[in-house]
């Protein structure tokens, strides 16, 4: 009895031993883990501050920013506008002290708080603070976007293409009498004014359209103001 | 002290190292493991592979995002890969170029209003994959 009781006694003594010795290195390598994660913590707190401060101070010291986008909204003195990358931004038009023009088609022509309606598309000039803009000048102009993609689909008898964007999406492309076609010469890198039968499947084509909201069309099919062409003889080279 | 007791103590001890071996054994792999996933974050931030030291990452210098400028042009530079075939694009114009060097820079006119110019950027290795800046300048005459 005397025997295996200290056995017993021995073998808990040193399993004790063991048990504080491993429990005390994890202990030890888990708070020696904390410590970076929370250091990343405060240091971002602080980034985040830091970026705070200097926005509002970049807004006090200069008058000169700009943001543009889609009249949502108007209400009494204000606008609300809908940007491109979807941020929502209040506009205060002062009277007799915000400048309004009109910029579309190019003529830069003086206007009236009156003259803009919901769905122009507008740059506002002024101090940005807090998504808001206290407007020095307003300015209603034509939208102009930029797309390219690879052409999958020639459409010869109603004029448009089938083109996989670079966001991997199927966009139609109208193409217009309007519409000015250049081919890049590979060898040269000049571009030249070609017709609408030149374009091939496969063709790489950087686009330019201007978004009419007037239209019925689908964000997926707009007309083409200018499509510059990249053979796909260039990618074989 | 009893022969038996001295006989007790040695297997005691006997069986505590052996315990204690085994309880070192099977805990050694998991901090092994620790370190390596500790090891593995780190060998996976951005690490070059071999034939990344010919790429550069498209960066535009100037104009920074919605600049305004009273002025009806502005010079974009920038860096890119060289031997590129840079198209610098926007409603006004187009503009294509090869660069020699990593720096690239352009005289591009502006529209009045919103101009927006997308830099495309297709490097003469068809292995390094295409990339594209966009950014929005306002030439606002007052």
């Known amino acids: 009895m005397k025997k295996i009781l200290t056995i017993t006694i021995t073998f808990l003594i040193i399993l004790s031993l063991v048990y504080s010795v491993v429990a005390q290195t994890e202990e030890a390598t888990s708070s020696a883990e904390a410590s970076p994660s929370a250091k990343v913590e405060v240091d971002e707190t602080v980034k985040e501050f830091k970026e705070r401060v200097a926005k509002l101070a970049e807004a006090g010291r200069s008058e000169q920013q700009a943001q543009s986008g889609r009249v949502t909204l108007i209400k009494d003195n204000t606008l609300t506008v809908l940007t491109n990358d979807n941020e929502t931004y209040k506009i205060v038009v002062e009277k007799d002290m915000t400048m309004i023009y009109s910029l579309v088609n190019g003529v830069k022509k003086e206007k009236e708080f009156g003259d803009i309606v919901k769905g122009d598309y507008i740059i506002v000039n002024g101090p940005i603070m807090d998504k808001t803009i206290n407007a020095n000048s307003v300015y209603i102009d034509d939208q102009y976007k930029l797309q390219s993609g690879k052409v999958t689909e020639i459409n010869k008898e109603d004029y448009y293409l089938n083109i996989l964007n670079s966001d991997k999406e199927n966009d139609l492309v109208d193409i217009e009498t309007y519409t000015k076609i250049f081919l890049i010469n590979i060898k040269t890198l000049e571009s030249e004014r070609i017709g609408f039968t030149k374009l091939k499947v496969g063709d790489t084509i950087h686009i330019v359209y201007k978004q009419d909201n007037t239209t019925d069309k689908s964000e997926k099919r707009y007309s083409a103001t200018r499509i510059l062409v990249i053979p796909q003889e260039y990618f074989l080279q | ?142």
Request: aromatic share 4%.
């Open chain 2, 1 to 142: 002290m009893k022969k038996e007791t001295i006989v007790a103590l040695i297997l005691g001890i006997g069986f505590g190292l052996i315990v204690a071996i085994l309880m070192i054994v099977r805990t050694r792999p998991q901090t092994s493991q620790n370190s390596n996933t500790i090891t593995n974050s780190v060998s996976n931030a951005p690490t070059k592979p071999v034939n990344q030291s010919l790429v550069t990452n498209l960066e535009i210098t100037s104009p920074k995002d919605k600049t305004i400028t009273k002025s009806n042009s502005v010079t974009i530079s920038g860096k890119a890969t060289k031997n590129s075939m840079i198209i610098i694009q926007s409603a006004a114009k187009d503009i294509i170029i090869k660069n020699k060097e990593i720096n690239f820079k352009v005289d591009m006119p502006l529209t009045l209003g919103e101009n927006v110019i997308q830099i495309n950027v297709y490097p003469d290795d068809k292995n390094i994959p295409y990339q594209n800046k966009q950014l929005q300048v306002y030439y606002l005459e007052e």
